[in-house]
């Protein structure tokens, strides 16, 4: 016998059959288009942006997040459960698409027919245990929302429709299988290549023909009806994250990563700096809305939200869809909050790990641009005094920018201005500058240079903050005036290279000066001495300690620079302890997003923290890479009283000790 079966067995082939079932399938369409349709209108409301270049990068990218889940992925438990939910549908899909393609297309037309003989078999045994495995993920995941029910796991009605729909489109098929089962192929061969649907049959063994036959006509109906309308409510439910989600994925950002828009200031028809209504926000802010799954990946890694700050991610980007879709008048800032706005530290971990590409940040930031350049409102005195002195000594720290290179006289190291004929600049930054724990890292770093014979220049008194705290706490305005100058300085001098000890100075200089015709090669302290010692340029001697290592946010997340201070550290002798949360996971020191300027009021204070992690380890120094993470980790061991305990260094000041 050749193994195949009749696709329309007990319900016809003929016209009876084919024009109600294509009818519904037009209306279910109809209803779907219409749906999304009137989203798309919706979406349109916001200004213009441009998610259409690159668009093989795009397609690539798009692939690999739907196709193999893997952002989904990184997160075990729910993540894996949904992965393999969404391949066993998807090849319930592909399978219930070629019975189509046969039966009404090249069997029908041409009476070719390819579901038969050995490929008919493994495709009805692989659409069996992709049914089975999709029920049993189904179930976990129903388990998990309804009776585990982890915090903050947000739940409303379109769930409880989703897995009841879902649930009843895979019982229903399974059913439809096993009572044409009871009745066609019991007792053959064929019957052991469904295995769900001979154990249905045999359940149904009892039972007449003539029941089977009516148990499977109506089933098969009701089931038709299930499945189109899962497709015409997608676009009006939360079923519809499952085109919106996969389209975001085409639609995310492609980078530098974190860059920010530059806004034209010069420009005479502006009215507002900005977002405090919808439709000032992108297209691309109001579609994030609708591409959020509620997952709350965001919220379990936002340092602020574990610190009892009033920002949760994932909340900011739903109420600007509540916002949308149901009260477009409605003031942003106030529909969020301001205390929620100036709590992001812009560490990007919510961005890194949502599964659906929402751009969380950028939606903050231009909240923020509003409060600061339309309304004059900083989220503190503290912020508003440091904003000042930045304007008038071009730095935060407020003070004289004249004394701004004296820290390098002793070491021989001289400004541009009296000596430009050096191998690179080094951009020191403010806290480097005038801070007298990081002026210590600035003197390790010079050392390390010029023990392997590297010849550096500093700005000096001509060098200012480099614009970035200014600008992430919205203030547009004091950071383009900033980057300005301070391009026309650097490029005034033929430099061709630039190193920083200061993740958030080479962050802003290497991405976001490019706005200002700036192109200079900018480069991190952490990799230029990677490759100095992996030139052999710089010799170490190896002295083995403890220690643990802070990843931050703007050398890892910002830049995924994760592996060259590991290296460093191992090349000096160090036996890294990892915290329990550290590369694309590593806390925030708090210090990002310009709250180095900001008094950190309420709940729990992000840096100490975070020093009670690396106190954890017991690895007794905690090492790190940037300026404001040393300066909010020694605040913070004194504030965990953990001072016998943890020691804060810079990677450079290790090195240092062993040239």
Same mark, same amino acid.
């Given at each position: ?120 078999? =493994?495709?009805? %045994?692989?659409?069996? +245990?992709?049914?089975?495995?999709? #029920?049993?993920? $189904? *179930?976990?995941?129903? !388990? ?67 029941? =089977?036959?009516? %148990?499977?006509?109506? +089933?098969?109906?009701?089931?038709? #009806?299930?499945? $189109? *309308?899962?497709?015409? !409510? ?88 509540? !916002? ?336």
């Amino acid at each position: 016998m050749e193994f195949t079966r009749e696709i329309y067995w007990n319900v016809g082939h003929g016209f009876t059959t084919l024009a109600p079932m294509y009818g519904l399938l037009l209306v279910a369409l109809t209803i779907f288009v219409i749906g999304f349709l009137k989203r798309i209108k919706v979406y349109r409301l916001g200004q213009p942006l441009d998610r259409t270049d690159q668009r093989g990068e795009r397609i690539k990218y798009l692939l690999e997040n739907v196709l193999l889940q893997t952002k989904v992925m990184r997160v075990p438990g729910p993540g894996t459960a949904h992965a393999l939910f969404f391949w066993s549908f998807f090849a319930l899909f592909i399978g219930t698409t070629l019975i189509v393609i046969q039966a009404d297309f090249t069997d029908l037309l041409f009476d070719v027919t390819f579901l038969k003989g050995t490929f008919y078999k =493994l495709f009805s %045994l692989t659409l069996d +245990l992709a049914g089975l495995l999709a #029920v049993a993920m $189904l *179930g976990g995941l129903l !388990v998990r929302r309804y009776l585990i029910r982890p915090e903050g796991l947000v739940t409303k009605g379109d769930d409880a429709l989703m897995h009841a729909l879902l649930l009843a489109i895979l019982l229903t098929g399974f059913c439809i299988e096993g009572a044409r089962m009871a009745v066609t192929e019991m007792g053959t061969p064929l019957a052991a290549w469904s295995p769900v649907g001979l154990a249905i049959a045999t359940l149904l063994g009892g039972m007449s023909e003539e029941g =089977l036959r009516t %148990l499977h006509a109506g +089933l098969w109906w009701f089931h038709l #009806v299930l499945a $189109l *309308g899962f497709v015409a !409510v997608i676009p009006y439910s939360k079923f519809r994250h499952i085109v919106t989600t996969s389209a975001n994925a085409f639609l995310a950002d492609r980078g530098p990563t974190g860059k920010l828009t530059t806004i034209n200031l010069e420009d005479e028809n502006t009215e507002k700096f900005g977002a405090n209504e919808l439709t000032d926000l992108r297209w691309k802010d109001i579609f994030d809305a609708d591409a959020c799954t509620l997952c709350k990946r965001c919220q379990d890694r936002c340092p602020a939200f574990n610190t009892g700050k009033p920002l949760s991610p994932m909340k900011l980007v739903n109420q600007i869809g509540e !916002v949308a879709f149901g009260n477009r008048e409605a003031n942003l800032i106030d529909t969020i909050g301001r205390e929620a706005l100036w709590a992001c530290t812009t560490c990007r971990a919510c961005q890194d790990i949502c599964p659906a590409s929402i751009e969380h940040v950028d939606k903050i930031i231009e909240m923020r641009r509003n409060l600061v350049l339309m309304e004059g409102e900083f989220p503190g005195e503290e912020v508003m005094a440091a904003m000042e002195q930045t304007e008038v000594n071009g730095n935060p720290l407020g003070l004289g920018y004249a004394s701004r290179g004296d820290w390098a006289e002793s070491l021989g190291i001289k400004p541009l201005a009296e000596d430009p004929e050096v191998d690179l600049l080094y951009f020191v930054g403010c806290y480097a500058s005038f801070d007298k724990r990081n002026i210590a890292v600035a003197k390790s770093f010079v050392k390390l240079c010029q023990a392997a014979g590297v010849k550096i220049g500093i700005l000096g008194k001509e060098e200012k903050c480099c614009g970035e705290p200014m600008r992430k706490m919205g203030n547009e305005y004091l950071y383009q005036t900033l980057a300005m100058e301070t391009v026309e300085i650097i490029k005034g001098y033929g430099v061709k290279k630039i190193v920083t000890t200061c993740p958030h100075c080479f962050n802003t200089l290497a991405k976001d000066y490019r706005d200002f015709d700036f192109d200079i090669e900018v480069v991190p302290h952490a990799l230029f001495l990677e490759q100095l010692v992996a030139s052999g340029t710089l010799s170490l001697k190896t002295e083995s300690f403890a220690c643990t290592y802070h990843d931050s946010c703007y050398l890892g997340r910002h830049n995924a620079m994760y592996d060259a201070p590991r290296n460093l550290i191992r090349a000096a002798g160090g036996q890294i302890t990892e915290m329990a949360k550290n590369r694309d996971q590593a806390f925030c020191c708090s210090a990002g997003g310009g709250r180095i300027m900001a008094e950190e009021n309420i709940g729990e204070r992000i840096n100490i923290k975070r020093v009670e992690m690396a106190v954890a380890t017991g690895a007794g120094q905690l090492l790190s890479n940037c300026p404001f993470c040393l300066t909010m980790f020694e605040d913070g061991v004194k504030g965990a009283n953990a001072e016998e305990q943890l020691r804060p260094r810079d990677i450079a000041e290790i090195l240092a000790e062993r040239v």
